[in-house]
């Protein structure tokens, strides 16, 4: 009997270190001690996602909308845009299409957005609807797409795969299709 009653003891102690293990993992070096509560910190705003390291993770399996502060220069924003926009235009426009029907599913989609990202879609189609359009054609996956057009960095790319869990790249990418107007 006593030895049952150790044996849970042991297996309680060795349970609660190995969550403490855990917990301890997620801290990255240099991450202010709030970035260890966990998704509901990190993706509150762009800017504590990217403060906890988390920036990458949030896009892909926390915000279905961009938040309001997301930066709109920020290439795994920018790449998120593309990828998410061009997976609901693969929906919409059926096997034969043309310019004109992409570029008017393009601005349907465009027109969900938000906090002006809208307007930055817009301007992202009337730049590219054509390589989109050359794309769907060629039956590319969105991502492949998207990297044909500058809004995602490729595997190869240097700065693709970054250290460390889920954080964003430092280099800009090359492409400025969702600046500001005129650019």
């Known amino acids: 009997m006593r030895r049952d009653y150790l044996g849970g003891k042991m297996i309680t102690v060795l ?3 190995s969550l403490l293990a855990g917990v301890t993992a997620l801290a990255l070096p240099g991450e202010p001690p ?7 910190f990190w993706c509150r705003a762009v ?3 990217a403060q906890c390291g988390r920036l990458q993770f949030c896009l892909e ?3 279905d909308e961009l938040p309001e502060d997301a930066g709109e220069r920020h290439p795994l924003v920018k790449c998120w845009v593309c990828n998410k926009v061009i997976s609901k235009l693969k929906k919409m426009v059926p096997n034969t299409h043309n310019t004109s029907s992409v570029a008017r599913a393009i601005k349907k989609i465009c027109a969900t957005f938000r906090f002006g990202w809208a307007d930055r879609c817009h301007r992202a189609v009337d730049r590219y609807v054509q390589p989109i359009e050359d794309g769907l054609a060629q039956d590319l996956e969105p991502r492949d797409i998207c990297v044909s057009i500058g809004m995602c960095k490729s595997q190869g790319h240097p700065g693709w795969k970054v250290p460390g869990p889920c ?5 800009e990418s090359p492409a400025d299709a969702m600046g500001p107007a005129g650019a």
């Open 15 to 17: 349970l609660l270190l």
């Open 61 to 63: 399996h926390d915000w």
């Open 167 to 171: 954080r964003a790249p430092a280099a």
């Open 47 to 49: 800017a504590t996602a």
């Open 34 to 40: 709030e970035c260890l509560q966990g998704p509901e």
